[in-house]
């Protein structure tokens, strides 16, 4: 299984981006998914998560600009984010969360996608 994410790069300030991940090959069951970004010099940190029945949670800073939603169909994760600041440049990674019918569960990251926003 593999994630592949995209949609990232430069955008204006007050601008928006659309990130998208899909998760590939032989995909088990999906428990929740999210999006997590490292800005330079910064640890990683959590933006938004969404579960399987839909319950969304954001950091505080994104709430109102950001949206996350899923499609479990195909397997992919999207974030909308609108009225981007200087401070959201990072680098983005989503992370999702399988399920096999054994009970064993995987925790896995996309290759992250960087965002730039410019003044």
């Known amino acids: 299984v593999q994630l592949q994410a995209s949609g990232g790069g430069l955008v204006q300030a007050g601008g928006s981006l659309n990130l998208s991940c899909a998760a590939t090959g032989h995909v088990p069951s999906i428990d929740d998914m999210g999006w997590y970004r490292q800005a330079p010099g910064k640890e990683r940190e959590l933006v938004a998560t969404i579960t399987n029945s839909g319950r969304t949670t954001f950091q505080d800073s994104v709430k109102g600009r950001f949206t996350i939603s899923r499609d479990n169909a195909k397997n992919t994760v999207d974030l909308q984010m609108n009225s981007l600041k200087l401070e959201d440049t990072a680098v983005y990674y989503c992370?999702?969360?399988?399920?096999?019918?054994?009970?064993?569960?995987?925790?896995?990251w996309g290759q992250g996608t960087l965002v730039t926003v410019s003044s």
């Open positions: 992370n999702v969360k399988f399920l096999w019918e054994s009970g064993a569960t995987l925790r896995s």
